[in-house]
Nanobody
């Protein structure tokens, strides 16, 4: 079955960086667009970034443009989210997502906390 396992979250100071990873299995990763979402306490889940199956096309939410970079390694079946210049508003649970055969699949999420 489809599995998405996120890692790399943690506590970081404002201005710091983190790199999240999402290891995928159970579907054809190499032909699937992948996305990162996040959800802060009391807020709706929002799209952070999307990457095409080839990695040539990426899209970002307005709040992270210029600071976050999504990438993928189709040999390792892994998608990454490099997060720079983090600020407290980036505090959230970050989720990996794929839509496979019209069904949305989510990982368990990884907590990112930005605080001094």
């Amino acid at each position: 079955q489809v599995q998405l396992v996120e890692s790399g979250g943690g506590l970081v100071q404002p201005g710091g960086s983190l790199r999240l990873s999402c290891a995928a299995s159970g579907f054809s990763f190499g032909v699937s667009a992948m996305s990162w979402y996040r959800q802060a306490p009391g807020k709706e889940r929002e799209l952070v970034a999307t990457i095409s199956w080839s990695g040539t096309t990426t899209n970002y939410g307005d709040s992270v443009k210029g600071r976050f970079t999504i990438s993928r390694d189709n040999f390792k079946n892994t998608v990454y989210l490099q997060m720079n210049s983090l600020n407290p508003e980036d505090t959230a649970v970050y989720y990996c997502n794929v839509q496979w055969w019209h069904v949305n699949y989510w990982g368990q999420g990884t907590q990112v906390t930005v605080s001094s």
